[in-house]
């Protein structure tokens, strides 16, 4: 594919910003009323507000024809198809035949993998009702009350987002626990609480040979046989959700109490698949259900609509605007909710290990900047800390807000309070506030203060709100991301598909970790590491 830079949508953006140079949305939204109209867009119950970004008619004209020319829709088709986009790791990108809630046929090999699919969501649907229900029941005959989902990145920080955010709908009986850090702290401050014989752990791996998901997985095993009448226990009390048969069947664990999904699921677009059993324990299986419906509505809106009125295709363009064109170096994603506080992490993994890549999907060097640093916190909390950087920092940051009209918790004006903060943040970030106007609220002597007390607002941000978080719409919220994501990396030319970056850090992991077992570091150990493991082990001998 042409390198990005030398196409000519890319030079004729970068020619539109020179003109519209120092334009300031204050003088755009006095200069035309219907602004925040014709910048916001909805779909499957989102609304997207982009009137705030610095774009004009012109500028999303220019984007569109980008998408065009970098092949956006055809490469959205060739995923919805099935072929095997993710070249790198020779495999499809089916996540969206997770959610394909009417059906539709989606052959890979010959086969129509939504059988597969179906089946496993019954098995799942089954299991759900059994421990919901009370029938499946402990070793001790009670029913199970504690759910422990051990599992890292794609296995672990869907699940913890989507179960956090959707707390109002859990089974009351039922707590769910995360284990994720090869810090043995995790698995014992989790693991403290806990009856073994009302606990339920869900090993959750694709590969099922991540070091640090089958060390808390033996941990868990030892802990639970340690109170355990008999070995027999075992098959009561662990599943496991994987794409490895073989593996699961050496751990220990029945294959009769595995729940299959496949290598055309990238693991951080697996909350869809067996990996959102936790999920579907947590809510239920119907609202499991409603998940996927809602991201089944985002799905085939992102797939039918136009590219000028389709929403993940929209903010895409716009990050890319932000960041490339208008020197963003940072995106914030500010959930004014408290049930979505891991969605900023969340979204981490999602956009950073899919986009964070410097070669072209052809293996040549990338010049121009990628998928941009996220973070984030929710609404208020973040305005007390790093909220000023981006009102007032040398650093232009794009934010997305994102905002639920009700609460699952109406408790006397909290909401209201919480929605005003939002929306006055969002206003403060785009108005700023002038010299003149500093100058109107100083009393005398506060000369001085003039320059700390302005802002120059004009800076870029996106307002995703919605009525309320409910299954559904946070289903389409996700699947709306992930489709942003795929986008832009479809726009830099990207395989927004495989992570060859996390593997070295892997491979150097296990001579260290020999080394360390050893007591004594290697003598092909670089000097820096070295001389840290002499220090590490020497703390320990001294105990
Ligand atoms: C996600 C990544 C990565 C993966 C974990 C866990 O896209 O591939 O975060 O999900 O490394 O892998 P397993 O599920 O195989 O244990």
């Known amino acids: 594919m042409t390198a990005l830079d030398t196409t000519k949508p ?3 953006l970068f020619a539109h910003a020179g003109r519209i ?9 006095k200069r035309d009323p219907q602004r925040a109209q014709r910048f916001t867009f909805e779909a499957a119950g989102l609304l997207a507000d982009l009137s705030k970004n610095r774009i004009t008619d012109e500028t999303l004209k220019l984007l569109c024809d980008l998408a065009r020319a970098r092949g956006v829709e055809d490469w959205r088709d060739r995923m919805f198809k099935g072929e095997r986009i993710n070249t790198t790791e020779n495999r499809s990108v089916l996540h969206i035949a997770l959610r394909n809630c009417e059906d539709r046929p989606i052959i890979v090999e010959g086969a129509n993998v939504m059988d597969g699919v179906d089946a496993v969501l019954k098995k799942m649907m089954t299991f759900c009702h059994q421990i919901r229900s009370g029938d499946w029941q402990g070793y001790t005959g009670r029913p199970i009350t504690d759910i422990v989902n051990i599992g890292i990145g794609g296995s672990d920080l869907g699940p913890v987002m989507i179960t956090e955010a ?3 709908y859990a089974h009351k009986r039922l707590s769910t626990h995360f284990i994720s850090n090869v810090d043995g702290t995790h698995a014992a401050e989790v693991l403290k609480p806990l009856d073994p014989a009302t606990t339920l752990f869900i090993i959750a791996s694709k590969t099922f040979t991540t070091q640090e998901t089958i060390a808390n997985a033996v941990t868990a095993r030892d802990w639970f046989l340690a109170k355990a009448p008999n070995k027999q226990a075992v098959a009561k009390h662990f599943v496991a959700l994987s794409t490895n048969t073989k593996a699961v069947a050496e751990f220990g664990i029945d294959t009769e109490n595995m729940f299959e999904f496949w290598d055309w699921v990238g693991g951080r ?6 990996i959102g059993l936790s999920i579907a324990l947590s809510i239920g299986f119907e609202d499991f259900e409603n ?4 991201a089944f509505e985002m799905d085939e809106h992102f797939r039918l609509t136009p590219l000028e009125r389709n929403l993940p295709v929209l903010l895409a363009l716009v990050g890319v605007w932000n960041a490339n064109i208008q020197g963003c170096t940072a995106h914030a994603v500010l959930p004014y909710d408290q049930y979505l506080h891991r969605l900023p992490a969340y979204l981490q993994q999602l956009d950073m290990e899919s986009n964070g890549k410097s070669v072209t999907r052809e293996g040549t060097a990338c010049a121009w900047q990628t998928g941009p640093i ?3 916190e929710p609404g208020t909390n973040g305005q007390h800390s790093f909220h000023q950087l981006i009102h007032q920092g040398t650093r232009k940051i794009s934010c997305d807000f994102i905002l639920p009209a009700i609460s699952h918790n109406p408790l006397g004006d909290h909401h209201l309070m919480l929605m005003a903060n939002a929306l006055a943040q969002a206003q403060a970030l785009m108005l700023g506030k002038t010299e003149d106007e500093v100058r109107a609220e100083l009393k005398p002597g506060e000369e001085s203060l003039v320059p700390h007390k302005q802002f120059s607002g004009n800076r870029p941000t996106t307002t995703v709100a919605m009525k309320k978080l409910t299954p559904a719409t946070l289903g389409a ?3 709306m991301y992930e489709h942003k994501v795929f986008v832009q990396g479809v726009i830099w030319g990207l395989n927004s598909f495989d992570q060859w970056g996390v593997e070295l850090g892997k491979q150097l992991a296990k001579p260290i970790l020999a080394e360390l077992k050893a007591g004594k570091p290697g003598d092909a150990q670089d000097a820096s590491t070295k001389a840290m493991m002499e220090r590490l082990l020497a703390w320990r001998k001294e105990g």
């Open 10 to 12: 890319w030079q004729d």
């Open 21 to 29: 140079g120092q334009m300031h949305l204050r003088d755009e939204f």
């Open 374 to 376: 996220i973070f984030g």
């Open 477 to 479: 919220l996700i699947a």
């Open 166 to 168: 959707l707390k109002p």
């Open 291 to 294: 998940l996927l419906e809602g």
């Open 269 to 274: 677009y697996s909350l869809w698949s067996a």
